[in-house]
């Protein structure tokens, strides 16, 4: 069965190119001067769409650029689309100058990308949503990424230009700067980073005074390891004036509604910017997989609860482990960032039933990192699936947590 589709071919006998060219995925063209396709094989007519003696002695009707690299989207008599990468190289056919048009169907490898710029993007929007002050460092302690939320505070308590708090600073180095004026909790804190970074200690906290002229304000420094393979950590400050200044039980139930009213706002924020794109699937993960949907919320709480255990020093650390798993499983299911919104909130709820005020509180700010270290694994996810590397990043990628 002849597998070589082409007009005046030039004749040769070679056998072993013909397999191989009858073989390649890629389909190959030669298009001649005049602009008409003199040969093709079986993955172009496959990549185009169409029969090889409809194009044939045809002209070939997409631009050629002689070096170039471009990207044709395509629809198929049928009504299916897809993308494809095409290469154009000079060559001769019969004789005469010609063009050898190469394509590649990149249709997946596109779909992939998409899905990896809207978990970013939306990785990043709930970054930025949260009134936590965020900051991410590498393990070299630079600042790689901080929130909106962490900005605004530098600019309106001295560091305008963040200069001193902006991404590209070492934070260790600003710490060791501190601690050389007589800053004992600085000190203090670089030792906390440098021994979570090390792995010596799973989380460090710090609640320390930060008052303005105004008025008197404490926040809790908390540090905790960034996920993957580059290392780094995760640092966060948190306003905790209102709670030092609540004295009685029933002012604390009063703050905690605020609080989850707080969170209840944040949430619907979440899911107006939450607007699954294709290729995910319309239906949430608990309309598609409810019982899958289930484990997840079970498996978040508990991690939540271990979380809280281990903060004190008294967890077995060969039982924690982190949430990579759980990522990889939801994003195996094309899990969206709205799924994971919908488990961090019912495994909220769930812990949070009969939990003491005190408890509550715990479990939202815990809770919050969980959910942003969740999220950097499905984004991590879908970057590694975009390159086709399976379920594992590249030393190149930056999970934010």
Same mark, same amino acid.
């Given at each position: ?9 030039p004749?040769?006998?070679?056998? &072993?190119?013909?397999?191989? /060219?009858?073989?390649?995925?890629d389909?190959?063209?030669v298009?001649?001067?005049?602009? +008409? ?6 993955? *172009?007519?496959?990549?185009? &769409?169409?029969q090889?003696?409809?194009?044939? #002695? ?8 002689? #070096? @170039? ?15 494809? @990468?095409?290469?154009?190289?000079d060559?001769d056919?019969?004789g005469a100058?010609? %063009?050898?048009?190469s ?23 709930? !970054?930025?949503?949260?009134?936590? %002050? ?10 790689? *990424? /901080? ?14 230009d ?5 991404v590209g ?5 600003? +710490? ?9 909790? *600085? ?9 979570? $970074? ?11 005074? +930060?008052?303005?002229?105004? @008025? ?10 960034? =996920?993957?393979? =580059? ?5 966060s ?17 009063t703050?905690l ?5 707080? $969170?209840?706002r ?9 607007s ?7 239906q949430?993960l ?5 019982? $899958?949907?289930? =484990? ?5 709480? =508990? ?10 020093g008294?967890?077995d650390?060969s039982d924690?482990?982190?949430? %990579? #798993?759980l ?13 994971? /919104?919908?488990?961090? !909130?019912a ?28 999220m950097? %694994? $499905? ?10 590397? #399976?379920? @594992?990043?590249?030393?190149n990628d930056?999970?934010?947590?």
């Amino acid at each position: 069965m002849e597998h070589f589709y082409g007009l005046d071919h030039p004749g040769t006998d070679d056998g &072993g190119l013909r397999q191989i /060219v009858t073989a390649s995925a890629d389909g190959m063209i030669v298009v001649d001067g005049d602009g +008409c396709v003199r040969f093709l094989n079986p993955a *172009a007519g496959a990549i185009l &769409g169409r029969q090889a003696h409809d194009l044939l #002695g045809q002209a070939f009707g997409y631009p050629m650029l002689g #070096g @170039e690299r471009a990207e044709l989207d395509l629809i198929h008599p049928d009504g299916t689309s897809l993308v494809a @990468e095409m290469r154009v190289v000079d060559t001769d056919w019969a004789g005469a100058p010609a %063009h050898l048009v190469s394509l590649r169907d990149i249709t997946e490898h596109r779909r992939a990308h998409q899905a990896l710029r809207d978990a970013e993007a939306f990785n990043w929007a709930i !970054l930025n949503a949260l009134s936590v %002050h965020l900051a991410v460092l590498d393990a070299r302690g630079t600042i790689i *990424a /901080v929130n909106d939320a962490w900005r605004e505070f530098a600019r309106t308590n001295g560091d305008p230009d963040l200069r001193w708090t902006g991404v590209g600073v070492n934070y260790f180095a600003v +710490c060791q700067h501190a601690a050389d004026e007589v800053d004992s909790e *600085a000190s203090v804190v670089l030792q906390g980073m440098r021994a979570v $970074l090390d792995g010596h200690l799973p989380s460090f906290e710090l609640e320390y005074p +930060c008052h303005s002229p105004e @008025e008197e304000r404490w926040f809790v420094l908390r540090v905790v390891p960034l =996920r993957g393979q =580059r290392g780094g950590l995760v640092v966060s400050h948190t306003n905790v004036t209102a709670q030092r200044r609540t004295a009685s039980v029933a002012a604390e139930a009063t703050m905690l509604r605020e609080r989850l009213q707080l $969170l209840e706002r944040e949430r619907e924020a979440v899911e107006r910017m939450a607007s699954p794109t294709p290729p995910l699937p319309a239906q949430s993960l608990q309309q598609r997989l409810p019982q $899958l949907f289930a =484990r997840a919320v079970a498996e978040y709480a =508990r991690r939540l609860e271990q979380a809280l255990v281990g903060r004190h020093g008294s967890s077995d650390p060969s039982d924690e482990g982190d949430l %990579h #798993g759980l990522g990889e499983q939801l994003g195996e299911q094309m899990a969206t960032p709205r799924d994971l /919104v919908a488990i961090h !909130l019912a495994a909220m709820r769930a812990v949070s039933i009969g939990a003491p005020p005190t408890r509550q509180q715990a479990y939202m700010g815990e809770g919050r990192l969980m959910l942003l270290e969740l999220m950097g %694994h $499905l984004a991590a996810y879908y970057r590694a699936r975009a390159y086709g590397r #399976g379920g @594992e990043a590249n030393d190149n990628d930056v999970v934010v947590t």
